[in-house]
């Protein structure tokens, strides 16, 4: 993390002398690169010095996520109803098999959960530390868009004065300024644009998918302790798509999942 803070600020750095040096004498391609590097540039540069390389690319990821036109919850409900019937078949080696072939996610760790036999209590309470350390990563990415969206009309701003104090380096030749002046003016305009066009929107896409995947961390809870609890697969069925359908999140402050104060140990095929 230092290697990363000292090498965003020398980067910093590189970018303002080079809008001091830069000379640009008419509106063009040069000129908004000009601005472009200053605005965007400064704003990438200034989130590496506050937050790791990796969160940056986890942002991104979730940001890919949330553009899948894949249903997930859809998909959810269907895993779920499929391993039941499953496990209502009494064989413990055939379940640990299917969920073998699952991807890495909170519905392989409760079915591996239930194939080792761990008793009620403990599976909940691992999901319920699971879907926390989820939510924590959802949060963060959140508070990289908004911090770049924040800092982006600033950078335009910073942009803006730089080349404000270049015109006046030059005031003595009027043909000079146009350049100078162009980047001023164009700092700010993109500065404006990535925040509330760019940055803004994909925090609240970001916000939209964070709330579905925590309903659906929510719906993967109930359908695994219901299988733990050997319901019938109809009815697990029928539940998932009533929380799917009616149940809402609110984010960040509550995440709708609660360990049980008193388990019976003598519930469900993790009896042991």
């Known amino acids: 993390m230092i290697k990363q803070t000292i090498g965003s600020l020398f980067l910093l750095i590189i970018i303002f002398l080079l809008a001091f040096n830069l000379g640009v004498k008419e509106l063009g391609i040069a000129s908004n690169l000009n601005a472009l590097m200053i605005v965007l540039g400064g704003t990438f540069c200034a989130t590496l010095l506050a937050y790791p390389f990796k ?6 990821n979730f940001l890919k996520k949330s553009f899948s036109s894949r249903k997930e919850i859809d998909w959810t409900i269907q895993t779920i109803v499929q391993l039941a019937r499953i496990s209502k078949k009494n064989d413990i080696r055939l379940l640990e098999q299917e969920g073998l072939k699952l991807p890495a996610g909170l519905i392989k760790t409760g079915i591996e959960l239930i194939s080792y036999r761990f008793t009620r209590e403990n599976i909940e309470q691992i999901l319920h530390k699971e879907a926390l350390l989820h939510c924590s990563r959802y949060e963060t990415a959140h508070k990289i868009l908004c911090s770049m969206a924040r800092l982006a ?7 803006t004065i730089v080349n404000l104090i270049r015109v006046y380096e030059h005031i003595s030749n009027p043909q000079s300024l146009m350049g100078y002046m162009a980047i001023a003016l164009l700092s700010t305009f993109y500065g404006v644009v990535l925040a509330n066009v760019c940055f803004v929107p994909l925090s609240n896409k970001l916000r939209e998918f964070m709330d579905q995947d925590l309903l659906r961390m929510d719906i993967i809870r109930e359908g695994i302790m219901d299988i733990y ?6 009815a697990i069925q029928y539940k998932m798509a009533t929380l799917a359908g009616v149940q809402t999140i609110s984010y960040p402050q509550q995440i709708r999942i609660a360990v049980p104060a008193q388990a019976s140990p003598s519930q469900g095929i993790g009896k042991g």
């Open 55 to 60: 969160k940056m690319m986890m942002t991104i």
């Open 153 to 159: 009309p600033a950078m335009g701003l910073a942009g």
């Open 229 to 234: 609890d050997q319901e019938h697969p109809q």
